[in-house]
């Protein structure tokens, strides 16, 4: 049985890089969030930091006063400046959390319940297909396999959670997270997703998505201003908390090695496999009713399509990205093999 595990990994980066172009779709991401984990990453590292330093001194005068059969407690000055530290670090701490709560009280995400759902439906339909059976098996999977990660697909699907904020209070919850993860790129995103594996947050904020809700003014013949997400993005996140774990597994972390364009503008990230993955599922979204990766094969005729939907403006950020990095030999390979969670 391969080895399922939540990566090691914080904020992924489509909250960061590119976030800013989610609004017309990522990385891990989304960035806001990540604002409060990184602060308390940071405050985590500094209470270790002075911990450490507390017992290397206390070791090193022990070992003096040892050698000079002195006996007793002796008090150490660069010790109790080292608690008061941690004292100090750990009241931090506790005040980014009840910031982090603060904000989290402002979620929205119940008016979007519906369309949250329904993007939860599709991974899970596409967790119970054949088609998805018939890529794992390429990949060397066996029965036990297959049911193993269709099980795991399923559960990180249904354990998904998204929060949705007003843009002032998305702006706090990454300035907070900032605080937290100590990441200074954040902010730059109309979303991201927490991974199962970070460190240094609420548990409950693992595995989560965090989407900023969009205000439209209103106009002279509506009454009030309408609000709406980029259910692109929230589709883009969703598929990042959803394979958490199944592309580091041994069976894609090997060969993944995809060939680019010499003219690809970002290859270290968009050549990651987390986020083609995503992008080719992205791709299939654009396609709509003309593909259907569980009835046919991605190939010249689909290439065709999205080409003149290129022309028109129609595709997305993420698409169009897969079309800047990868020739069509590479593209079509990969849209019929990856499994596109």
């Known amino acids: 049985m391969i080895n399922l595990e939540k990566p090691k990994q914080e904020i992924s980066k489509d909250s960061t890089e590119n976030f800013n172009q989610l609004e017309t779709l990522p990385v891990v991401v989304e960035k806001n969030h990540e604002i409060f984990e990184k602060e308390i990453l940071e405050v985590d590292q ?58 989290l009280s402002h979620d929205v995400s119940k008016k979007y319940e519906s369309v949250i759902n329904e993007v939860k439906k599709t991974k899970i339909d596409w967790a119970n297909s054949s088609e998805l059976v018939r890529r794992l098996k390429l990949k060397g999977a066996t029965d036990e396999d297959v049911e193993q990660i269709k099980n795991w697909l399923i559960n990180n699907t249904s354990e998904a959670r998204t929060v949705i904020l007003p843009p002032d209070k998305f702006l706090e919850a990454v300035n907070v997270l900032k605080e937290m993860t100590q990441q200074e790129n954040l902010g730059e995103a109309a979303g991201f997703h927490v991974s199962g594996e970070v460190k240094n947050v609420p548990e409950d904020i693992k595995s989560s998505i965090f989407l900023k809700e969009k205000v439209i ?106 079309l800047d990095h990868y020739d069509d030999i590479a593209l079509v390979k990969m849209a019929n093999r990856l499994p596109a969670i």
Request: proline share 3%; net charge negative.
């Open 217 to 322: 003014p209103s106009l002279a013949t509506q009454k009030e201003e309408k609000k709406e997400i980029n259910t692109e993005t929230l589709h883009h996140e969703m598929g990042h908390v959803v394979q958490d774990g199944l592309l580091e597994s041994e069976l894609y972390n090997k060969d993944f090695n995809p060939k680019f364009k010499n003219t690809a503008p970002d290859k270290e990230y968009v050549g990651n496999i987390n986020e083609t993955d995503t992008r080719i599922r992205s791709m299939f979204r654009n396609l709509g009713s003309d593909f259907n990766p569980e009835k046919e094969v991605f190939g010249k005729k689909q290439l065709q399509i999205l080409r003149e939907k290129l022309k028109k403006g129609e595709l997305t950020k993420d698409t169009k990205d897969l």
């Open 46 to 103: 500094e209470i270790n930091k002075q911990k450490e330093s507390i017992l290397n001194v206390e070791h090193k005068v022990g070992d003096i006063r040892q050698n000079l059969e002195l006996s007793g407690d002796v008090e150490i000055p660069s010790i109790e400046n080292n608690k008061k530290k941690i004292i100090l670090l750990e009241e931090k701490k506790i005040l980014l959390e009840k910031q982090l709560r603060e904000v």
